[in-house]
Nanobody, 120 residues
Framework: QVQLVESGGGLVQPGGSLRLSCAASGSIFSINVMGWYRQAPGKERELVADITSGGSINYADSVKGRFTISRDNAKNTVYLQMNSLKPEDTAVYYC??????????????WGKGTLVTISS
């Protein structure tokens, strides 16, 4: 069993900041990629940012320069520092991990999501 547990969502005013965390636990051998996706009402889920075990990072164009993804491999945890938040950043943010268990490789897991609301 593998679980991804997100935390850090909430309500913040435009221009504010939030930091999301996601911890992976369970029968994990190693994690290849960890990332954050988001889904706004009426829209498809989209990649926000992801980071490989080696530290390679990919950002959506809409968040470049405002969001920073980081990862603690020892803790199987990924973070998303979100600055200069805009109303259009409002969405449910989901943690994703492409990982290897002791039995299987390259399995995709998702967290349950955390709501981020940007509003004055």
């Amino acid at each position: 069993q593998v679980q991804l547990v997100e935390s850090g969502g909430g309500l913040v005013q435009p221009g504010g900041s939030l930091r999301l965390s996601c911890a992976a636990s369970g029968s994990i051998f190693s994690i290849n990629v960890m990332g954050w996706y988001r889904q706004a009402p009426g829209k498809e889920r989209e990649l926000v940012a992801d980071i490989t075990s080696g530290g390679s990072i990919n950002y959506a164009d809409s968040v470049k320069g405002r969001f920073t993804i980081s990862r603690d491999n020892a803790k199987n945890t990924v973070y998303l520092q979100m600055n200069s938040l805009k109303p259009e950043d409002t969405a449910v943010y989901y943690c994703n991990a492409d990982l290897n268990t002791w039995s299987y490789s390259a399995i995709d897991y998702w967290g349950k999501g955390t709501l981020v609301t940007i509003s004055s």
